[in-house]
Every structure is written in structure tokens, then in C-alpha cells.
T-cell receptor
Framework: EAGVTQSPTHLIKTRGQQATLRCSPI?????VYWYQQALGLGLQFLLW???????NRGNFPPRFSGRQFPNYSSELNVNALELEDSALYLC????????????FGQGTRLTVV | AQKITQTQPGMFVQEKEAVTLDCTYD???????LFWYKQPSSGEMIFLIY??????QNATEGRYSLNFQKARKSANLVISASQLGDSAMYFC??????????????FGKGTHLIIQP
């Protein structure tokens, strides 16, 4: 069984551009969570999608957005990139809200120059 | 107040020794889940073990066990017979049920474990 997959693994963008990150959850999982792991800040919750809807977002500005598709895969979009957006972005999937499983993908390392 | 506290920023351990990584948590929920993850330098977060607040037995997964002391709000990870490949960052995390998982997992700051030959 395939795990959580994220693409691309690395992404380099310039300040002001937009970045799109993708996540495919484990088959049968309907919830997708996005996290940002910036140097020195630890893992911070970004967004939660379940059954195609945005259910909650963390303390991030609106230029961080995303969506979940009917097949439960998800996109994270970051607009008007800033240097401090450079981080590892991790996606996790769960079989519905509050599940006992939370498996992560390998992450997308975004570098803003 | 921090919800997850990992007091050991770094640890050096001899190969084949047992390791205990500390984690304390803070929640007013009666129902919650505790997770441990391993993050090697590649960045991937690898799920190790889960403990539910109502689970009476301590969780075990191969060489990993979770020493769950509910009254002390402690969920330490024990790695038996450590191996060189265990060198990595280890994160303790909690999911509180009151929000239905809305806030995802809350992570501690991690412990950098280095296994020495």
C-alpha cells in the first residue's frame, strides 16, 4: 500500500512568486493536514481538509490557502512568497477526523530566494 | 503554556543501550491521543507509536514502547537495544479530541538523538 506522497520534493522560488505543493493521502484516508516546519520554529499546523472541505486553519495569513479534490488529494498554495516562507512543508493523512493514525509524506522543501 | 514539553534537546547514547526520551503534555481533555515520530535528516516524519488516553496498556511496537503515566501527564518513548540507524530527531505530539482533531497534532520541540558506536 502506497504511503502519503508529496510533490515536488524540492522547490525554489523567488520572493513574490506563488508556490503550489501537492499531497496524495493514503488510500481510504479522507483527512489531510498541512504543517510548516521552519528552522527554529518547530512544526506548526497550517490547514486541515476533510471530505473536500477546509475544516480549520492555523495562525497563518490568508496567502496560505489550498484545496482538497474529490479523490482526497490536496494542494497547498502560497501566494506572494516571502523569504520566511522557506521551510519544509509536511502533509499528513488520517482516516477521518481524530483518527489514531497520522502518517506523513516525505515533505516538500521550499526555498524562497 | 506549552502543550507538549520535551526537555532533552539532545542525547548521546551508546549503541545497544536502551534510550528513554521524555515527553510531558498538558491538556484538559479526557480523550486525547499521543504520538511519537522519528525525523531523520532526510526530513520525512516516520510514525513510531500511538497511545490513546483510555488505553490501559502501554503501547508497544517492536523496539519502541511508550511509558504512559496518565496522572503525571507523561508519555516517554523507550527504545530498546539502540542502533546506529536510530540517530534522528524525535518528536512527541498530541491530538486533543475536544476539537475533533481540528487543530491537527501539537508537537514538542523534539529531541536530537545520536547513537554512538
Amino acid at each position: 500500500e502506497a504511503g502519503v506522497t508529496q510533490s515536488p520534493t524540492h522547490l525554489i522560488k523567488t520572493r513574490g512568486q506563488q508556490a503550489t505543493l501537492r499531497c496524495s493521502p493514503i488510500s481510504g484516508h479522507t483527512s489531510v493536514y498541512w504543517y510548516q516546519q521552519a528552522l527554529g520554529l518547530g512544526l506548526q499546523f497550517l490547514l486541515w481538509y476533510d471530505e473536500g472541505e477546509e475544516r480549520n486553519r492555523g495562525n497563518f495569513p490568508p496567502r496560505f490557502s489550498g484545496r482538497q479534490f474529490p479523490n482526497y488529494s490536496s494542494e497547498l498554495n502560497v501566494n506572494a512568497l516571502e523569504l520566511e516562507d522557506s521551510a519544509l512543508y509536511l502533509c499528513a493523512s488520517s482516516p477521518g477526523q481524530g483518527g489514531t493514525e497520522a502518517f506523513f509524506g516525505q515533505g516538500t522543501r521550499l526555498t524562497v530566494v | 503554556a506549552q502543550k507538549i514539553t520535551q526537555t532533552q534537546p539532545g542525547m548521546f547514547v551508546q549503541e545497544k543501550e536502551a534510550v528513554t526520551l521524555d515527553c510531558t503534555y498538558d491538556t484538559s481533555d479526557q480523550s486525547y491521543g499521543l504520538f511519537w515520530y522519528k525525523q531523520p535528516s532526510s526530513g520525512e516524519m516516520i510514525f513510531l507509536i500511538y497511545q490513546g488516553s483510555y488505553d490501559e496498556q502501554n503501547a508497544t511496537e517492536g523496539r519502541y514502547s511508550l511509558n504512559f503515566q496518565k496522572a503525571r501527564k507523561s508519555a516517554n518513548l523507550v527504545i530498546s537495544a539502540s542502533q546506529l540507524g536510530d540517530s534522528a530527531m524525535y518528536f512527541c505530539a498530541m491530538r486533543e479530541r475536544s476539537g475533533g482533531g481540528a487543530d491537527g497534532l501539537t508537537f514538542g520541540k523534539g529531541t536530537h538523538l545520536i547513537i554512538q558506536p
